[in-house]
């Protein structure tokens, strides 16, 4: 789960919207890219790079996955990486015995947009700027695929010749496909020499050679991009990339996205706000739904929060990291997994759209056990277990708050209140937060629920100074149920790492080690291994697992060719046509 990322929806206001004239930057005088022109909105903000070594933010991966091929294909039907896929420069690979080093061979009929051959030394570039990355120099999230002292991750990459890249890892790991898709092809004959420099890069907001389906044509800040196709693009469904253009054009927020959306400003939505959904259905919009990839969660600090402290020390021995009094105890967190209703809170806060989770994997995981059935909903058992676990109801008043008498770690008298944060501005992470507080109330539990500025709320989260939090990930494609960064102690970083709650099980961890080192990497192989780990997770509770979201895709009647695929919109937009509404 490296590529998990934490999972920010901005709430929306209601209001009317302006009509906004929207041109294309340049038509092109070609054979190919006929088709019209496809505009989505944005409301996440300008895009800040549209380099893909430096991209992290949502809006500057759209514009990427345009303009840029892959350095390796899924296959969409399956979400798996497979060789020989369209958009990606790697043809086929070799792995050594011992499963540390992939041979990868690439195209070798794949070009610029200036004509310059793509080869193996576009991926060297990149290489060094994840290496520049992890010294601190450049600004890139990829650093992520370092191998870290005792972790997972590369070593080394070299390219013996123009169409040859071996990559070393430190270890033999069935995430490593995952880790070599980082590689992205950097296009050198328009970048620093330099990578050190690259962070500032004229390239970066005018990338003039592209490799995707559609070129660069304008960036106008605070309006929109426009991309052009490409009539070099090698790997064009029909021969030729079909659409003129593709715009992302700015809008206020998620609520305005549909409003223009159903005027027809717009062709494309990408996630509509949940409470829009039924308002899309309503038109003659071509609609796909799916069980996606977002899920919210509520977290519990299970170490002292007033003095944190990493999960291990320089040498990988465990550090003596104290308990948090309340939720220092699973069986109190156990307790209080049964006094939450789920499907009340996906009925009233996501309009429905939503699965409860039975565990830390998705619904929709191949790895997923299916017949594991969510904790259920039951008060009464709730309130048993609170009594069991030391906290008792000692005057006889639901609406005060229980005291602890032999509770596990917090000293006798101690009240069961807490604070629960989330970030401010997300309207369905509120309403979720107020229906946890009137839950919980009615078994004695007082929450103090806070919304509070997001960047704020990451810095408590990763200081660990927090009692509980209500956040979300969005799982990385292609699925990689890998839960080293959020569930054992290698993740466990005061200040920096994902497993904020300092949730440690030695059998977790032993069974996630094993998941990702199976021989041969089948998911037949490794699915039953993740399938124990959820059992695990269940029981130990460090997060209450809430509802995966909803997936959802809408196009105008109009926009032939529209065939999206689970977490995968614009996989074919080079065969996208505007053409007569139905």
Same mark, same amino acid.
């Given at each position: 789960?490296?590529?998990?990322?934490?999972?920010?929806?901005?709430?929306?206001?209601?209001?009317?919207?302006?009509?906004?004239?929207?041109?294309?930057?340049?038509?092109?005088?070609?054979?190919?890219?006929?088709?019209?022109?496809?505009?989505?909105?944005?409301?996440?903000?300008?895009?800040?790079?549209?380099?893909?070594?430096?991209?992290?933010?949502?809006?500057?991966?759209?514009?990427?996955?345009?303009?840029?091929?892959?350095?390796?294909?899924?296959?969409?039907?399956?979400?798996? +990486?497979?060789?020989?896929?369209?958009?990606?420069?790697?043809?086929?690979?070799?792995?050594?015995?011992?499963?540390?080093?992939?041979?990868?061979?690439?195209?070798?009929?794949?070009?610029?947009?200036?004509?310059?051959?793509?080869?193996?030394?576009?991926?060297?570039?990149?290489?060094?700027?994840?290496?520049?990355?992890?010294?601190?120099?450049?600004?890139?999230?990829?650093? +992520?695929?370092?191998?870290?002292?005792?972790?997972?991750?590369?070593?080394?990459?070299?390219?013996?010749?123009?169409?040859?890249?071996?990559?070393?890892?430190?270890?033999?790991?069935?995430?490593?496909?995952?880790?070599?898709?980082?590689?992205?092809?950097?296009?050198?004959?328009?970048?620093? %020499?330099?990578?050190?420099?690259?962070?500032?890069?004229?390239?970066?907001?005018?990338?003039?050679?592209?490799?995707?389906?559609?070129?660069?044509?304008?960036?106008?800040?605070?309006?929109?991009?426009?991309?052009?196709?490409?009539?070099?693009?090698?790997?064009?469904?029909?021969?030729?990339?079909?659409?003129?253009?593709?715009?992302?054009?700015?809008?206020?927020?998620?609520?305005?996205?549909?409003?223009?959306?159903?005027?027809?400003?717009?062709?494309?939505?990408?996630?509509?706000?949940?409470?829009?959904?039924?308002?899309?259905?309503?038109?003659?919009?071509?609609?796909?739904?799916?069980?996606?990839?977002?899920?919210?969660?509520?977290?519990?600090?299970?170490?002292?929060?007033?003095?944190?402290?990493? %999960?291990?020390?320089?040498?990988?021995?465990?550090?003596?990291?104290?308990?948090?009094?309340?939720?220092?105890?699973?069986?109190?967190?156990?307790?209080?997994?049964?006094?939450?209703?789920?499907?009340?809170?996906?009925?009233?806060?996501?309009?429905?759209?939503?699965?409860?989770?039975?565990?830390?994997?998705?619904?929709?995981?191949?790895?997923?056990?299916?017949?594991?059935?969510?904790?259920?909903?039951?008060?009464?058992?709730?309130?048993?277990?609170?009594?069991?676990?030391?906290?008792?109801?000692?005057?006889?008043?639901?609406?005060?708050?229980?005291?602890?008498?032999?509770?596990?770690?917090?000293?006798?008298?101690?009240?069961?209140?807490?604070?629960? +944060?989330?970030?401010?501005?997300?309207?369905?992470?509120?309403?979720?937060?107020?229906?946890?507080?009137?839950?919980?109330?009615?078994?004695?539990?007082?929450?103090?629920?806070?919304?509070?500025?997001?960047?704020?709320?990451?810095?408590?989260?990763?200081?660990?100074?927090?009692?509980?939090?209500?956040?979300?990930?969005?799982?990385?494609?292609?699925?990689?149920?890998?839960?080293?960064?959020?569930?054992?102690?290698?993740?466990?970083?005061?200040?920096?790492?994902?497993?904020?709650?300092?949730?440690?099980?030695?059998?977790?961890?032993?069974?996630?080690?094993?998941?990702?080192?199976?021989?041969?990497?089948?998911?037949?192989?490794?699915?039953?291994?993740?399938?124990?780990?959820?059992?695990?997770?269940?029981?130990?509770?460090?997060?209450?697992?809430?509802?995966?979201?909803?997936?959802?895709?809408?196009?105008?009647?109009?926009?032939?060719?529209?065939?999206?695929?689970?977490?995968?919109?614009?996989?074919?937009?080079?065969?996208?046509?505007?053409?007569?509404?139905?």
């Amino acid at each position: 789960m490296n590529r998990l990322a934490r999972l920010l929806t901005f709430g929306v206001a209601i209001g009317a919207f302006a009509a906004l004239a929207v041109v294309p930057a340049s038509a092109q005088d070609t054979t190919c890219c006929q088709g019209g022109t496809i505009i989505e909105g944005n409301f996440g903000g300008d895009v800040k790079t549209m380099n893909p070594i430096l991209a992290s933010d949502t809006a500057s991966q759209r514009i990427i996955s345009l303009t840029q091929i892959g350095f390796l294909g899924v296959d969409v039907d399956k979400g798996a +990486y497979a060789p020989n896929e369209p958009g990606a420069l790697v043809k086929t690979w070799d792995v050594s015995a011992d499963g540390k080093t992939y041979t990868f061979h690439l195209r070798n009929d794949l070009v610029w947009s200036d004509g310059t051959p793509i080869t193996s030394a576009d991926v060297l570039y990149t290489w060094k700027a994840i290496q520049a990355a992890g010294k601190g120099t450049v600004d890139s999230p990829l650093a +992520y695929v370092l191998a870290a002292p005792g972790q997972s991750g590369i070593t080394d990459v070299q390219a013996p010749d123009a169409n040859t890249v071996v990559v070393t890892f430190s270890s033999s790991e069935c995430t490593a496909l995952g880790e070599a898709s980082a590689l992205v092809p950097a296009p050198t004959q328009a970048l620093p %020499a330099d990578v050190t420099q690259l962070n500032d890069a004229d390239y970066n907001l005018n990338p003039t050679v592209t490799s995707g389906p559609f070129t660069f044509g304008e960036f106008r800040p605070g309006e929109q991009v426009t991309v052009n196709g490409n009539p070099t693009y090698k790997d064009a469904i029909k021969g030729v990339v079909e659409p003129t253009s593709y715009i992302y054009k700015n809008v206020p927020d998620a609520n305005v996205d549909v409003d223009q959306f159903i005027a027809g400003q717009l062709n494309v939505v990408d996630s509509p706000a949940v409470a829009r959904r039924a308002d899309i259905r309503a038109t003659n919009a071509q609609v796909y739904s799916y069980s996606g990839d977002a899920w919210d969660y509520l977290a519990f600090n299970q170490a002292d929060p007033t003095n944190p402290q990493n %999960a291990l020390d320089d040498k990988g021995n465990p550090i003596d990291q104290g308990h948090h009094p309340l939720f220092g105890d699973v069986a109190v967190r156990q307790a209080l997994s049964h006094a939450i209703d789920v499907n009340a809170i996906i009925k009233a806060a996501l309009f429905g759209e939503g699965t409860q989770m039975s565990s830390f994997l998705l619904p929709s995981s191949w790895a997923h056990d299916k017949s594991l059935a969510p904790i259920t909903y039951d008060p009464k058992l709730a309130g048993q277990m609170l009594d069991a676990a030391g906290f008792i109801d000692d005057d006889n008043d639901p609406s005060t708050p229980r005291v602890a008498k032999g509770a596990k770690y917090a000293p006798d008298g101690t009240k069961f209140e807490f604070t629960l +944060y989330t970030n401010d501005g997300n309207a369905r992470r509120t309403a979720i937060g107020q229906l946890v507080q009137d839950q919980l109330a009615q078994i004695g539990v007082k929450v103090d629920f806070q919304t509070i500025d997001f960047n704020t709320l990451l810095d408590i989260m990763n200081g660990q100074t927090f009692d509980a939090i209500i956040l979300g990930w969005r799982n990385g494609y292609p699925d990689d149920p890998d839960a080293t960064s959020l569930f054992t102690p290698t993740g466990d970083v005061v200040g920096s790492g994902n497993n904020f709650t300092s949730y440690s099980n030695p059998d977790f961890t032993k069974l996630n080690t094993e998941a990702k080192s199976v021989a041969g990497c089948a998911t037949a192989d490794r699915a039953p291994i993740y399938q124990q780990m959820e059992k695990i997770m269940q029981n130990d509770v460090p997060y209450i697992w809430l509802e995966a979201q909803n997936g959802m895709y809408a196009a105008g009647a109009n926009v032939q060719g529209f065939d999206p695929r689970p977490d995968q919109m614009i996989w074919n937009v080079d065969a996208w046509k505007i053409g007569a509404t139905p």
